[in-house]
Nanobody, 122 residues
C-alpha cells in the first residue's frame, strides 16, 4: 500500500499563489506516476497535472499550463503543486494520487490522498 498525505490548501485572492504538498509513504517503489486531480462542487473530478516518478515527464491540463508547476523532492518522497496566478475557477478540492503507471491525462489512479480545499476569491 501507498499512503498519501496532502497539505497546503487554503483561501487566496485571485492572482495569488499556493503550494500544495503530497508526502508519499509505504510501498513507494511501486509508484511510477504522481498526479494531481481536483473536484469543484457539482462538477466531475478532473486531471490537473502529472509527474513521472523519475521526474522526467510532466503533463498539465490546458487551463493550468503556464500557471501550475508540478515537481518532486526525491529525498522527502514529496510531490508539490505550485499554483500561481490563481483564478476563482481553480476553486476545488485538490487530490494527490499515485499510480503504478504514468498515463497522460489519467482519469483515475491506484492510490489517493484525502484532499485539500483550495478556495480562490474574486
Amino acid at each position: 500500500q501507498v499512503q498519501l498525505v496532502e497539505s497546503g490548501g487554503g483561501l487566496v485572492q485571485a492572482g495569488g499563489s499556493l503550494r500544495l504538498s503530497c508526502a508519499a509513504s509505504g510501498r513507494t517503489f511501486s509508484i511510477n506516476a504522481m498526479y494531481w486531480f481536483r473536484q469543484a462542487p457539482g462538477k466531475e473530478r478532473e486531471f490537473v497535472a502529472g509527474l513521472s516518478w523519475s521526474g522526467s515527464s510532466t503533463y498539465y491540463r490546458s487551463s493550468v499550463k503556464g500557471r501550475f508547476t508540478v515537481s518532486r523532492d526525491n529525498a522527502k518522497n514529496t510531490v508539490y503543486l505550485q499554483m500561481n496566478s490563481l483564478k476563482p475557477e481553480d476553486t476545488a478540492v485538490y487530490y494527490c494520487a499515485a499510480d503504478r503507471n504514468f498515463i497522460v491525462a489519467a482519469t483515475t489512479a491506484d492510490y489517493w490522498g484525502q484532499g485539500t480545499q483550495v478556495t480562490v476569491s474574486s
